[in-house]
């Protein structure tokens, strides 16, 4: 009997011992510790526009040292009418920045060469003053024409003053015998 009870109690330790040793190896982690996560990367978005390939908002990975270039790279580089002297490309870029590639100015020779231009207002030069004698435009309308054309560029043609926000085709019907480039 006290052979019984000396296997039943070794047993019982024994299993206790192995059911402890399999808890602790349950325990130990043998997994590496977790790396800290990489911050995220910080990223800028800039609007181009003017004369680039693809006017668009460009989204750049901010380094610390982005410039205009990149961001005319990114929205596929210039146009062969780009005036890259008026801008500085090694600008540094903003986050919300708007940034406009003007067109070099071009001298294009009058639509009507043998005609008598001297009735017709020059678009691509005439003043404020000038600009208001045309039917339909009035002193904010020339001033915005000249900003039009400070921003883009000479006009190409008589057709393009249309894109001067207030000229629609019927006011552009009404001058466009008067005008020229």
Do not use: C, W
């Not at 691509?124 to 003053?129: K, L, V, Y």
């Amino acid at each position: 009997m006290l052979k019984k009870k000396f296997l039943i109690g070794f047993g019982i330790v024994s299993l206790v011992t192995i059911v402890g040793l399999f808890v602790i190896g349950l325990l130990e982690d043998d997994t590496p510790p977790l790396e800290p996560p990489k911050p995220p990367v910080k990223k800028i978005s800039v609007y181009i526009s003017g004369q680039v390939k693809n006017i668009s908002v460009v989204e750049l990975e901010d380094d610390g040292n982005l410039r205009l270039v990149d961001a005319v790279n990114a929205a596929g580089g210039l146009t062969e009418m780009a005036d890259s002297d008026a801008v500085n490309l090694a600008l540094p870029l903003t986050d919300g920045q708007h940034v406009h590639i003007p067109t070099k100015d071009i001298f294009l020779l009058p639509q009507n060469i043998s005609g008598n231009s001297g009735d017709l207002v020059n678009i691509n030069t005439a003043d404020a003053e000038k600009l208001a004698t045309l039917k339909g435009i009035g002193p904010a309308l020339a001033q915005r024409i000249i900003e039009y054309r400070e921003q883009n560029g000479a006009f190409k043609t008589i057709d393009e003053i249309k894109n001067v926000r207030g000229i629609g085709d019927k006011k552009f019907a009404s001058f466009k015998d008067k005008i020229t480039i």
